[in-house]
Nanobody, 115 residues
Framework: QVQVVESGGGLVQAGGSLRLSCAAS????????MGWYRQAPGKQRELVST???????AYAESVKGRFTISRDNVKNTGHLQMNSLKPEDTAVYYC?????????WGQGTQVTVSS
């Protein structure tokens, strides 16, 4: 069983930055895809960014140019650097790890951006 734990959320003013981290247990991380999703109150969970095991990245249009996803396969850790944050980025951010046909989710970390 893979455990996924997010950290790094918090309260920040508009225009500020936060760096989220995603730590995954086990030895599968280096061969697994990883993604960040978010869910705002009253809204569906949406994809923010993904990174493949080989380092290929993709972003939602709403965060392109502001967010950067990365991974460290030695430390089994992924990150989401969020710059120029906007109030509409406020949400619970979730990390997932895709290992074959299995998807493992973390418990989420709250990001609140004040105007």
């Amino acid at each position: 069983q893979v455990q996924v734990v997010e950290s790094g959320g918090g309260l920040v003013q508009a225009g500020g930055s936060l760096r989220l981290s995603c730590a995954a247990s086990g030895s599968i991380f280096s061969t697994s895809g990883m993604g960040w999703y978010r869910q705002a109150p009253g809204k569906q969970r949406e994809l923010v960014s993904t990174i493949s095991s080989g380092g290929y990245t993709a972003y939602a249009e709403s965060v392109k140019g502001r967010f950067t996803i990365s991974r460290d396969n030695v430390k089994n850790t992924g990150h989401l650097q969020m710059n120029s944050l906007k109030p509409e980025d406020t949400a619970v951010y979730y990390c997932n790890v895709l290992a074959g046909r299995n998807v493992y989710w973390g418990q989420g970390t709250q990001v609140t951006v004040s105007s």
